[in-house]
């Protein structure tokens, strides 16, 4: 089952060509930690097409639930979908990893906090700035060595793994890179098709200059 | 370098292998593009970790725009054609 093959971006197209190779190293039979060769292929394949199934549910309700209430600028509305895609990739990791468990967890306090803010005024600080601008600030190191400073730069940001060894903490950020890859693509994928359906009713449909081929 | 040996000093006690950390780094350091790290080479651990950092950072970004985009989109769109571009891009 091929994934995605058109890419809008050569970071992605990247991606896609070490997927594929490392599909095939897999394929030989590598010896390496229990469930991690399955992880990579697993970001690149199924997983893809039911995460879609998660976002496009999101996605909606995001829709519905922003047209009914002026949700604001549409910093704060970007910012909506990012939380819901975020959660979806979460959900779609089924709670095996420290950082989507975090996002879960986040997100539901959260959202208990953004709606009593929204009673009284629009404002949701996204915890994930906050923890990078507090990483800025402080920058303190413990043990001597810049590797460890640089590790407790990674824990901050990727969600939950702040206090994780530092094996583990490099186990999660190979998971989420490869969560954030996908992504990416599977946005940009969707937002292409949406602007160019959108592009051809606007235009009338038929006989449209645009290319249908994103 | 000296600092992989303190830490492999430190970690002694916690069984964890210089090995270890050095494939999941060599691993992490696959998942980089390659525009920013040249792959096959033996790079040391620090710069792979810094690396990875702003990779993270400009993966979140690039999310937060589409993330601005799609809003964009969806609200100028209604379910069906939100639905119909669902369908298309996984066919794609």
């Not at chain 1, 199934?53 to 600028?73: F, H, N, P, Q, T």
């Not at chain 1, 999660?172 to 992504?183: F, N, V």
């Not at chain 2, 830490?7 to 050095?22: C, F």
């Amino acid at each position: 089952m091929a994934s995605t093959s058109s890419s809008t971006t050569p970071a992605a197209a990247e991606v896609e060509e070490r997927g594929r190779k490392r599909k095939r190293a897999d394929g030989a039979g590598s010896t390496a930690a229990g469930g991690a060769e399955a992880q990579p292929s697993k970001w690149r394949t199924r997983r893809e097409h039911e995460i879609y199934s998660s976002k496009l549910l999101e996605a909606i309700r995001l829709v519905r639930a922003g047209s009914s209430s002026s949700s604001g600028s549409g910093a704060t509305r970007g910012r909506a979908v990012r939380e819901a895609a975020d959660r979806a990739l979460a959900v779609a990791a089924r709670g095996r990893t420290h950082w989507s468990r975090a996002i879960l967890a986040s997100r539901r306090r959260r959202f208990q906090a953004v709606r009593r803010a929204r009673l009284r005024a629009p404002a949701t600080p996204p915890s994930r700035h906050n923890a990078a601008a507090s990483a800025a600030a402080t920058g303190q190191g413990s043990s001597a060595p810049p590797l460890a400073e640089k590790a407790r730069m990674l824990g901050w940001l990727v969600p939950g793994c702040r206090r994780l060894s530092f094996p583990t903490l490099l186990e999660e950020t190979t998971d989420y890179i490869e969560a954030l890859q996908m992504q990416v693509r599977t946005m940009a994928a969707l937002a292409e098709a949406l602007s160019a359906i959108s592009a051809n009713s606007s235009s009338g449909g038929a006989g449209s200059s645009n290319s249908s081929a994103a | 370098m000296s600092s992989r040996r303190s830490r492999s000093r430190q970690s002694g006690s916690s069984r964890i292998t210089e090995e270890q950390i050095s494939e999941l780094v060599s691993k992490l350091q696959d998942l980089l593009p390659e525009a920013r790290l040249q792959s096959n080479a033996r790079v040391p651990s620090a710069r792979v970790l810094q690396e990875t950092c702003n990779y993270i950072r400009s993966l979140h970004q690039e999310v937060d725009d589409l993330s601005v985009r799609l809003s964009e989109l969806l609200e100028t769109s209604d379910m069906s054609s939100a639905q119909a571009a669902i369908i298309r891009s996984l066919l794609m």
